[in-house]
């Protein structure tokens, strides 16, 4: 079982929680400086959400990073962005490595630059026998191209049309074998998926908040969590609560 520092029952913690870090640009916007000092501001945020979340006893966390859509900004920026990527592995692995943070990635890594690739799957390999948190990059992903993805791969593999269920689907997903995310989080106040994960959180929690990711702090961190704790999900069924008066 999981140590957490929390104050919720370990039954009511996520163990899988995803994360749409949306506003480094406006943060940046406000305070008169470039879109990229967002992004930079924005990495310094993530990692200390990834200590928090080793602290809380957070299992998976998936982090949108960069969208199949976000290709389309001004080269200036997606350029800005794959420094920045290269520079977080260069700086933050060895101190990821040693807190027992295991890197995975989903998207297409293909479309980066052969240096920087080289740079995350070496990243990946180095990190691949920790277990403490489980955190997946999701850089060059969409969802919808996800799911595409997998159906060329069943084809491929000659899966017969009548095997084809939900089971199967998952298991051809970048994210095989991990748990769908419990919650899911947006900052920015954006109300809306942008391609991330929508297959895996058909029944996610979601937790929308204003505040942009570079401020997203612990202490908000925390509020989200408490609040998914109080959440009854019901998955198209009928509430426990009201099942036990019904049959009384
Ligand atoms: C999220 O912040 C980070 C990426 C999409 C790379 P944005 O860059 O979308 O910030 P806003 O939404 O323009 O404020
Ligand atoms: C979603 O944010 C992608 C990431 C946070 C990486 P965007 O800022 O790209 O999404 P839209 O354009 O507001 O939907
Ligand atoms: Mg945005």
Redo the contacts with the bound molecule.
């Keep these: 079982m999981p140590e957490s520092t929390l104050n919720i029952p370990l039954d009511k913690l996520p163990r899988h929680i995803a994360i749409?870090?949306?506003?480094?640009?406006?943060?940046?916007?406000q305070r008169g400086l470039p879109?990229l000092a967002?992004?930079k501001a924005?990495t310094e945020n993530l990692r200390r959400i990834i200590r928090a979340s080793v602290e809380f006893g957070i299992q998976y966390l998936t982090i949108?990073?960069?969208?199949t859509e976000?290709w389309g900004?001004p080269p200036e920026?997606v350029q800005g962005?794959m420094g920045i990527v290269q520079d977080v592995i260069d700086r933050e692995l060895e101190e990821l490595n040693r807190e027992g943070v295991q890197l995975r990635h989903i998207g297409r890594l293909e479309r980066l630059e052969p240096r920087l690739r080289g740079k995350v799957l070496k990243a990946i390999e180095r990190t691949k026998n920790n277990d403490r948190l489980i955190l997946i990059v999701a850089f060059s992903y969409g969802g919808r191209d996800e799911i595409v993805w997998a159906i060329q791969r069943m084809m491929k593999d000659g899966i017969l049309p009548e095997n084809v269920d939900d089971e199967m689907v998952s298991r051809y997903l970048y994210t095989a074998g991990v748990p769908d995310p419990d919650l899911v989080i947006r900052t920015?106040g954006?109300l809306r998926i942008s391609n991330f994960l929508i297959w895996q959180a058909a029944y996610s929690e979601w937790y929308f908040t204003p505040t942009?990711?570079p401020d997203f702090n612990k202490d908000e961190y925390r509020l989200a969590l408490e609040a998914f704790a109080h959440r009854e999900r019901r998955y198209g069924k009928v509430s426990s609560s009201e099942l036990q008066e019904s049959n009384a």
């Design positions: 749409i870090m949306d506003g480094n640009g406006r943060w940046a916007l879109r967002g992004h924005g949108y990073a960069f969208s976000n900004r920026e962005l920015s954006e942009y990711w």
